[in-house]
T-cell receptor, first 113, second 111 residues
Framework: KAGVTQTPRYLIKTRGQQVTLSCSPI?????VSWYQQTPGQGLQFLFE???????NKGNFPGRFSGRQFSNSRSEMNVSTLELGDSALYLC????????????FGQGTRLTVV | GQQLNQSPQSMFIQEGEDVSMNCTSS?????WLWYKQDPGEGPVLLIA?????ELTSNGRLTAQFGITRKDSFLNISASIPSDVGIYFC???????????FGKGTKLSVKP
């Protein structure tokens, strides 16, 4: 079974631009969660999608948004990029929402210059 | 909000030694997960725990779900160089989907 696939692996953007990251979960998994990882803050929860609906949201500004498609693939979008948005963005796939294992992709390394 | 305290922050050990690390929470969790992350990669799930008191092994790794449901422990026996990396604990409470992560324990192994 293929694991969680995130694209692209690396991205460099300029302040003020927007960016879209993609995540394909493990086949059969319906829950996709997104996390931001930085050296200072560690792993911080962004949001979770299950069956195309946002189920839970972390404490991030509205510039961070996401969606999930009928095939469970998910995208997250960050608008009006700031230098502080530079981070490793990780996607986690779970069979259902809540209470089960979460399997992570390799992440997208976003650098904002 | 919920916080996880993971300790120690870092460990420098000799190959062959045993390792212990733990996480404590300010609130009750119903799931504990332990991950290992190598540089530039995503976290890899090592062990999942779902019941208070549960003790689960995965090769040389053993983890326990504390009976108070506010802590968890990970032990690595007979460490080897490939154990090097950052180990994270993560917990989940209630039926929400998000995980709360510890800050990680950076493990270095001297051959």
């Amino acid at each position: 079974k293929a694991g969680v696939t995130q694209t692209p692996r690396y991205l460099i953007k300029t302040r003020g631009q927007q960016v879209t990251l993609s995540c394909s979960p493990i086949s059969g998994h319906r829950s996709v969660s997104w996390y931001q990882q930085t050296p200072g803050q560690g792993l911080q929860f962004l949001f979770e999608y299950f069956s195309e609906t946002q189920r839970n949201k972390g404490n991030f500004p509205g510039r961070f948004s996401g969606r999930q498609f009928s095939n469970s693939r998910s995208e997250m979008n960050v608008s009006t990029l700031e230098l502080g948005d530079s981070a490793l963005y990780l996607c986690a796939s779970s069979p259902t929402t809540g209470g089960t294992e979460a399997f992570f992709g390799q992440g997208t390394r976003l650098t904002v210059v | 909000g919920q916080q996880l305290n993971q300790s120690p922050q870092s460990m420098f050990i000799q190959e062959g030694e045993d390792v212990s690390m733990n996480c404590t929470s300010s609130s009750i969790f119903n799931t504990w997960l332990w991950y290992k992350q190598d540089p530039g990669e995503g976290p890899v799930l090592l062990i999942a725990l779902y019941k208070a008191g549960e003790l689960t092994s995965n090769g040389r790794l053993t983890a326990q779900f504390g009976i108070t449901r506010k802590d968890s422990f990970l032990n690595i026996s007979a460490s080897i160089p490939s154990d090097v990396g950052i180990y994270f604990c993560a917990g989940r409470s209630g039926s929400q989907g998000n995980l709360i992560f510890g800050k990680g324990t950076k493990l270095s192994v001297k051959p």
